[in-house]
């Protein structure tokens, strides 16, 4: 059903080899974006987890600044750990210059350094469905702050975890480094396909 489907991940930085491993898995056709013209005919995009200030500075390097903020206020984009940063429209952390897809505010490592990750499995009601996902946590952002616009999707201790606002997707943590596939499988089907339908695939 996604064999026509073309969906992006962000492989300049970051474990952007479990999203191209798991779109196949889906079906969909999935391509490595390093320069602006990988974007170009995308259905969709995934900023994957890393490390921000790296992802940052090689967007600037690789000269995808401009394309890729065009590209994720009009098409489907999902974020997840360093790509939630990358999308916020603010940050605690003045090296790194956001997109602004998504209007949260959000701190780097929230959740604390590499030796206080974790893994749980999260109870998540995904449109009028309740899925158990599993979910790690690794240096995860935490989100101090969302704009009026934005629908949190799931909470973990009290805090937002999942949210969106339009066509944007962001999650504090990983699903990828897993073998579920619930939440790409719910970004395409409620970000992706409705933009294809609306959009023109041909350029961003």
Known sequence: MYERL?????ALQGDFERHLYQLTALGASGREVRLSKDLSGLD???????????????IDRFSLRQELSAFV?????WGTCAGMIMLATRINDSTIEPLGAIDITVTRNGYGRQVFSFFTDLNLT???KNVIVPASFIRAPLVNKTGDAV???AKYDNHPILLSQGNCLVSSFHTELHSDKTLLKYFIDKF???AQALQPTNGI
């Open 126 to 128: 995904l449109g009028d």
């Open 44 to 58: 969709g995009l995934i900023i994957p987890g890393g490390e921000s200030t790296t992802m940052n500075n090689l």
């Open 192 to 194: 992706v396909l409705p």
């Open 6 to 10: 073309k969906i992006g991940v962000l």
């Open 73 to 77: 206020k009009h098409k489907a984009v």
């Open 151 to 153: 629908a949190v999707l």
